[in-house]
């Protein structure tokens, strides 16, 4: 294999030259640089990495702490992380933290002591010991798609999501625009900031329309399909069920599906539906669902992004990047088919 000397002497330059256009670590004339890469391309030169880093501190990896990665949500996430990653010459270390608050700090362990340059992590509903462990250690890290609350002096780490307060009202009005006064919402596991500002959409949609809150109206179904299976039973048993429901994410839409087809009620001619999460299947099923899109692959590029200006300036004030939703209108919410269906819609 090629060495850096081997490079160095095929360039005409110092093995100090070839480290500095390698790791960037002091300004180099062009004409010089391109010699350096040429003799690279001509001679095949793989840099070592682990080299590198010990002259870098910088291991041009990053850690990726997601649940769940089998829900289609966060696969879109985790391959706009992937392609961000990529694109600024960085790789992607990644860890399942099972939505559980001890094995969520084992893994943001794990993947510390392999030194990842930063972190991106979708936090549990319980996320003391995390928070504890990024503050104590002082991890570059970027929390995705549920976030902390701010303490009083602003955010203490820079946080990516989705808006998910306007999309839900969004929903809520298009049904009650329909004629719909009993809107159910199967709510996602309290404890997620997802869950309570989808909630608070879902409250101020009724609000919007004239209509009452009540609470027997929300049930938990826990983020899940089997949670939602049970919590759209618990709708559907009440004196006076709902004649429209809005789920408040896909795995959640699933066991809402399953609890109608076992129970009778035909969507959407006994119960409209719309649900928080569009997915690759939701034009397929009859009728089509009516949905509200994240921008899940944005989601993850932003984050990266997000977490290599923190790197680049590790004091700057912490941010928290909101971006866009998409009304997607399709046939399950009870409109008619018209000849071209697919009506998009930002809201934010």
């Given at each position: 294999m090629a060495t850096m000397a081997d490079v160095a002497r095929s360039a005409g330059v110092s093995v100090a030259t070839v480290s500095h256009v390698l790791n960037d670590t002091r300004p180099v004339l062009?004409?010089?640089?391109?010699?350096?890469?040429?003799?690279?391309?001509?001679?095949?030169?793989?840099?070592?990495?682990?080299?590198?880093?010990?002259?870098?501190?910088?291991?041009?990896?990053?850690g990726l702490a997601v649940s769940a990665i089998s829900n289609p949500y966060f696969t879109e996430i985790l391959q706009g992380v992937e392609a961000a990653a990529l694109e600024h010459g960085y790789s992607l270390l990644i860890a399942d933290p099972h939505d559980d608050p001890e094995h969520e700090r084992k893994v943001v362990q794990l993947l510390h002591e392999r030194r990842v340059d930063g972190m991106i992590v979708a936090p549990s509903a319980s996320p003391g010991e995390l928070v504890a462990y990024l503050h104590r250690h002082q991890v570059p890290a970027v929390?995705?798609?549920?976030?902390?609350?701010?303490?009083?002096?602003?955010?203490?780490?820079?946080?990516?999501?989705?808006?998910?307060a306007e999309?839900?009202?969004?929903?809520?009005?298009?049904?009650?625009?329909?004629?719909?006064?009993?809107?159910?919402?199967?709510?996602?596991?309290?404890?997620?900031?997802?869950?309570?500002?989808?909630?608070?959409?879902?409250?101020?949609?009724?609000?919007?329309?004239?209509?009452?809150?009540?609470?027997?109206?929300?049930?938990?179904?826990?983020?899940?399909?089997?949670?939602?299976?049970?919590?759209?039973?618990?709708?559907?048993?009440?004196?006076?069920?709902?004649?429209?429901?809005?789920?408040?994410?896909?795995?959640?839409?699933?066991g809402a599906l399953h609890a109608l087809r076992e129970r009778g009620p035909s969507v959407p001619g006994d119960i409209a539906l719309c649900c928080f999460d569009d997915f690759a299947w939701a034009d397929l099923f009859s009728p089509r669902?009516?949905?509200?899109?994240?921008?899940?692959?944005?989601?993850?590029?932003?984050?990266?992004?997000?977490?290599?200006?923190?790197?680049?300036?590790?004091?700057?004030?912490?941010?928290?990047v909101r971006l866009p939703c998409t009304f997607v209108h399709r046939t399950s919410c009870g409109c008619p088919e018209p000849s071209a269906q697919l009506e998009k819609g930002t809201v934010s």
């Open positions: 062009p004409h010089t640089r391109q010699a350096v890469l040429d003799a690279i391309d001509r001679l095949g030169y793989t840099p070592n990495t682990l080299a590198r880093s010990l002259v870098t501190s910088r291991t041009q990896s990053i929390l995705l798609d549920r976030l902390l609350d701010a303490p009083a002096d602003g955010p203490c780490f820079d946080q990516v999501c989705a808006e998910n999309p839900t009202a969004r929903l809520v009005r298009h049904l009650a625009e329909l004629g719909h006064r009993r809107i159910g919402l199967v709510a996602g596991l309290p404890g997620y900031s997802t869950t309570r500002e989808r909630i608070s959409g879902y409250r101020h949609g009724l609000a919007a329309s004239g209509l009452p809150y009540y609470e027997h109206l929300v049930a938990h179904g826990d983020s899940s399909s089997a949670g939602a299976e049970h919590a759209t039973a618990t709708l559907l048993s009440l004196p006076a069920p709902p004649t429209a429901l809005v789920t408040a994410n896909n795995a959640m839409t699933i669902l009516t949905a509200v899109a994240q921008p899940s692959r944005e989601i993850g590029a932003r984050a990266v992004r997000v977490l290599l200006d923190r790197l680049a300036e590790p004091d700057r004030p912490a941010r928290t």
